[in-house]
């Protein structure tokens, strides 16, 4: 039998590690040998932006599920999934710049200045930068524990901009990015206790005047 | 221009094959086989640019939008086969002085089938190149007559949720309306179209029969068209009921004028990565851009 331990590290990790890469190199088999349809960079779009919106989700339902479960070893997935999601994302905004924009940097700017769903995509990917770039156990000790949680907060505002961008894109089918928008609020529900209970003051506090009666 | 005509069919001819061919199948063969034996060759007077190449039949009858079978794009090849196309027929109704219902053969057979390579741009910003089989719609509207006060025509799309599963998700208000003012229904480019690639129209591409405008965006050819209204009145079209703000009733290709939430300056040719620049009118300025003279086209998008 294996431990939790060992679930999480022998068969669930990987399983994480075979489909982060395995979507980018099926993308790119299928691109050099017309296997993505008849529109392929559409399919390439489709499905680095799925991904890394499916992965954010993912990335956020680590700790209502490890409260729930009271499985502490599932925090262990946590950056895994966050950075698929990142890199999934990358490559995304990636196909757009490229294939989209030809590199030109002032169509860039006038569409993401003039096309909200642009810029709530180029958002998103700002800011998944900068949690990326801290995701690694020697920033959490330079950051310190309590400003680097502040700081990776930011998932929640970048999740919803995924949400967002892929709902003002779709013409008229909204059902799918419904679903997903549903997703993220039912992930944010699950937390709501929790943060009620972290607002409360363990004693009242008389100086507070925000809890002062009216 | 590639205009090929298919020229007259002696009904000798013809009357031996009805008994055991698809009477569809044998006028659009019949169109091919004439086009081609007499065929000037492609090269030349149609505004084309050098990488207007034929876009691929399996990309033509396999990617489309038809949100009566779903609005994946893949979704009308694998939904559409079971649409009975085989009796059809076409209610001709409004100001016209042949109104009534028509089968499907007596309504098209009149006409030759003629072969027309056209760009056919989406709104979504992706074209293909389509070789369409059909006739101008000219010749149909001459034939049925229509009345002085007739100042624009409607198309309307089957409504048959039974058959048309995607009618049961009230994704778009049904049935499917299109429409043209007079004029750009009169026009030698637009065509009434039952074939592509030389065969019968595949039900996901508008079987069996489908109206293309090759200066518009790809969403005013009404397919799988049941009735043809002649009206005074401009039509309430479907896309300019969901939305109104992004979706007009002229909805011609113009580069210039972009839709709310993309530039259309650009298109991607489907199967190739990277855009080109988007035509005025498709490309077809020089034939149609006098449809419009004093018009604002930022207005009557």
């Known amino acids: 039998m294996l431990s939790r331990g060992q679930i999480i590290r022998w068969v669930v990790k990987p399983v994480i590690w075979m489909v982060g890469l395995g979507i980018p190199a099926w993308l790119t088999w299928g691109a050099f040998h017309d296997g993505l349809g008849s529109d392929p960079v559409e399919t390439i779009q489709r499905w680095t932006g799925k991904g890394a919106l499916i992965g954010l989700l993912l990335t956020l339902s680590i700790t209502p599920l490890r409260r729930r479960t009271g499985w502490n070893d599932l925090i262990r997935l946590r950056r895994l999934l966050g950075l698929f999601a990142f890199f999934l994302a990358t490559l995304h905004l990636l196909s757009y710049v ?9 169509e860039i700017q006038k569409d993401v200045l003039e096309h909200p769903w642009v810029f709530a995509g180029l958002s998103t990917w700002l800011l998944l930068l900068p949690l990326a770039l801290t995701s690694t156990k020697g920033s959490i000790r330079r950051l310190g524990g309590g400003r680097w949680q502040r700081l990776h907060r930011l998932i929640y505002l970048a999740a919803a901009g995924g949400v967002l961008h892929f709902l003002w894109l779709v013409k008229k089918d909204t059902g799918t990015p419904a679903l997903f928008g549903a997703a993220l609020v039912l992930l944010l529900v699950a937390r709501l206790p929790r943060w009620k209970a972290a607002r409360a003051p363990r004693s009242p506090d008389p100086l507070d005047s925000t809890r002062a009666p009216h | 221009m590639i205009i090929r005509r298919g020229g007259e069919i002696p009904s000798s001819e013809i009357t031996p094959y009805q008994h055991y061919l698809d009477r569809r199948a044998f006028m659009l063969a019949a169109g091919a086989a004439a086009l081609g034996a007499v065929l000037p060759p492609r090269l030349g007077a149609w505004p084309r640019r050098s990488d207007d190449k034929l876009t691929p039949y399996k990309d033509v009858i396999g990617y489309n939008n038809y949100y009566e079978f779903g609005t994946d794009k893949a979704s009308p090849a694998k939904l559409a086969g079971g649409l009975k196309t085989d009796p059809w027929t076409i209610e001709v109704a409004g100001a016209v002085k042949r109104p009534g219902t028509y089968s499907y053969d007596d309504l098209v057979r009149p006409h030759p089938a003629e072969e027309r390579v056209y760009r056919h741009r989406c709104v979504e910003g992706w074209s293909m190149v389509v070789p369409w089989m059909g006739f101008p719609l000219g010749d149909l509207i001459r034939r049925l007559e229509p009345s002085s006060q007739a100042k624009y025509v409607e198309f309307t799309t089957l409504n ?20 043209l003012r007079m004029d750009e229904a009169l026009h030698p480019l637009t065509l009434m179209v039952m074939g592509v690639y030389g065969k019968p129209l595949p039900n996901q591409n508008g079987a069996p029969l489908r109206l293309i405008v090759p200066w518009k965006y790809g969403f005013k050819g009404g397919k799988a068209i049941v009735r043809i209204r002649f009206t005074d009145t401009q039509p309430r079209t479907t896309w300019n009921i969901a939305i109104p703000r992004e979706y007009g009733f002229y909805a011609n290709v113009n580069p210039q004028v972009a839709h709310p939430r993309w530039s259309q300056a650009r298109e991607r040719r ?24 004093g018009m604002n086209l930022r207005i009557n998008y």
């Open chain 2, 160 to 179: 048959d949720p039974a058959q048309m599963p995607g009618q049961r998700s009230n994704v778009l208000p049904w049935p499917y309306v299109e429409g």
């Open chain 1, 98 to 106: 490229v294939f989209d924009q030809s590199l030109s940097l002032v």
């Open chain 2, 270 to 293: 489907i199967g190739e990565f990277f855009k080109q620049d988007t035509l005025m009118f498709n490309g077809y300025a020089d034939q149609v851009a006098s449809l419009y003279a």
